[in-house]
């Protein structure tokens, strides 16, 4: 399994962006738990939103609520990342991951996703 995670770029604040996520290799898109994780500069990494299973739940940490929106498309094996209204302190690297047998109360521990993409550079200029 391998994901690919692309779509960060340069953007001033109040600005946005879309990044995706193409999945490769012989698993069940919708049996996989979807989620996006960054890592700003001297930080931890530290979660930002989860499509579930078939997509029948999202979940987003409390600062990106209302700004971003995660989806899937499984006819593509995606997953996207909407982010809009952007601010200098969403300045990080965003890396896709994914799990199969992942919990609800785990979605925010990165331990648990078996699958990790490269990552895709965000910046926020001010």
């Known amino acids: 399994v391998q994901l690919q995670a692309s779509g960060g770029g340069v953007v001033q604040t109040g600005g946005s962006l879309r990044l995706s996520c193409v999945v490769t290799?012989?698993?069940?898109?919708?049996?996989?738990?979807m989620a996006w994780f960054r890592q700003a500069p001297g930080k931890e990494r530290e979660f930002v939103a989860a499509?579930?299973?078939?997509?029948?739940?999202?979940y987003y940490a409390d600062s990106m609520k209302g700004r971003f929106t995660i989806s899937r498309v499984s006819a593509n094996n995606t997953v996207a990342l909407q982010m809009n209204s952007l601010k200098p302190e969403d300045t990080a690297v965003y890396y896709c991951?994914?799990?199969?047998?992942?919990?609800?109360?785990?979605?925010?521990?990165?331990?648990?996703?078996?699958?990790w993409g490269l990552g895709t550079l965000v910046t926020v200029s001010s």
């Open positions: 991951a994914a799990d199969r047998g992942l919990i609800v109360s785990s979605m925010a521990r990165e331990s648990d996703y078996d699958y």
């Open positions: 290799g012989s698993i069940s898109f919708s049996t996989y738990v």
């Open positions: 499509s579930w299973r078939r997509g029948s739940a999202t």
